[in-house]
């Protein structure tokens, strides 16, 4: 993601030690944030979901794009520096290859979560129980693009999927 780190070298920078929760799932900062050296991880609920230290990560921006709290938590491994887009429907309206380098890395993640729930999908076929909700969760993913759609577990009803 060059093109974010270059069109956020005007932007504020914040540098946090290591340890330090810099996005809250459930949270509303209304900041994005890009990673510009450093290292962290990002958890749903107490799960580790990714590590990443490429910089120019973007963080921030599903809560951005869909107007909603922070889908996950991002906590820092080791002392790291980040751009702080305050405004961030601005910034990305005012530098298109930002957004769309972002639309390329939001399609890059949904294709790898379908093509990983269809790769179990056929590997657990046949059984019935939990692993039946995989059927559910690529019918929703394939056809629920209504403003604001949210798929829930049925195993933790409180928990959004996306």
Known sequence: ?????????????????????????GGASGEMLVL??????????????????????FFGE????????????VKTLEASRFYVIDEPQRFLAEHPEVALGLARLL?????????????????FADQAGN????????ETLAHDQAEGGVLVSERDPGTDVD
């Open 1 to 25: 993601m060059n093109d974010a780190l270059a069109s956020c070298r005007n932007q504020p920078q914040r540098d946090v030690a290591a340890g330090q929760i810099v996005l809250t799932e």
């Open 36 to 57: 510009a050296a450093g290292a962290v991880e990002v958890l749903k609920g107490d799960v580790q979901v990714a590590v990443v230290e490429e910089p120019g990560a």
């Open 62 to 73: 599903i809560a951005v794009l869909l107007g909603r709290p922070h889908s996950a938590t």
């Open 107 to 123: 399609a890059r993640r949904l294709h790898a979560m379908t093509t990983y729930l269809a790769d179990i999908r056929r590997q």
């Open 131 to 138: 692993l039946g909700i995989i059927d559910a969760v690529l």
